[in-house]
T-cell receptor, first 115, second 110 residues
């Protein structure tokens, strides 16, 4: 099973709402990632978790708050977002982080619209 | 900083023609290179992974080559089909980070 599952597939929220995106993998991978992708652009890295600890934050605004409850789950908590945060949010996982860690597997993404 | 370029940005071919997609990069100190496919509004599907020490990888109709000395990778798709229509992205891993190209959008005409 090489599947990364993301929920919800679509999310519409107001600027004062609090919502969460969820990601799950059962490949035994120890590295999990959040990427943001705007239309017709490549994905941009936001956060990296390694062994359930946040190892990389690519200077992401604090209105995005990641959480890794266990080795299979990754959440992205959203609060007080701006319309320009509307994008496709992609979760990914790999065997490990750093060095030659093999393939990166992506989920189908969560399409976020901020009104 | 790693710069990754994919040319052309878009490509339209008749069904049955072979596809050749190019990816060039500036820094050869990579761990691996991965080719992805992305359908509109969907996530990225991994197609092939080439390790730094390898020259090519094959899977079915797909073949990807890697030449670090010239900073190039090429994805070949044989006998294209309308279902191959998608955006293809190459990505290079340096440490924890993937550097993506902007992608080549392929349309295969029936």
């Amino acid at each position: 099973d090489t599947e990364v599952t993301q929920t919800p597939k679509h999310l519409v929220m107001g600027m004062t709402n609090k919502k969460s995106l969820k990601c799950e993998q059962h490949m035994g991978h120890r590295a999990m990632y959040w990427y943001k992708q705007k239309a017709k652009k490549p994905p941009e890295l936001m956060f990296v978790y390694s062994y359930e600890k946040l190892s990389i934050n690519e200077s992401v605004p604090s209105r995005f708050s990641p959480e890794c409850p266990n080795s299979s789950l990754l959440n992205l908590h959203l609060h007080a977002l701006q319309p320009e945060d509307s994008a496709l949010y992609l979760c990914a996982s790999s065997q490990d982080v750093g060095g030659n860690t093999g393939e990166l597997f992506f989920g189908e993404g969560s399409r976020l619209t901020v009104l | 900083k790693q710069e990754v370029t994919q040319i052309p940005a878009a490509l339209s071919v008749p069904e049955g023609e072979n596809l050749v997609l190019n990816c060039s990069f500036t820094d050869s100190a990579i761990y691996n290179l991965q080719w992805f496919r992305q359908d509109p509004g969907k996530g990225l599907t991994s197609l092939l992974l080439i390790q730094s020490s390898q020259r090519e990888q094959t899977s079915g109709r797909l073949n990807a080559s890697l030449d670090k000395s010239s900073g190039r990778s090429t994805l070949y798709i044989a006998a294209s089909q309308p279902g191959d229509s998608a955006t293809y992205l190459c990505a290079l891993r340096v440490d924890y980070k993937l550097s993506f190209g902007a992608g080549t959008t392929v349309t295969v005409r029936a």
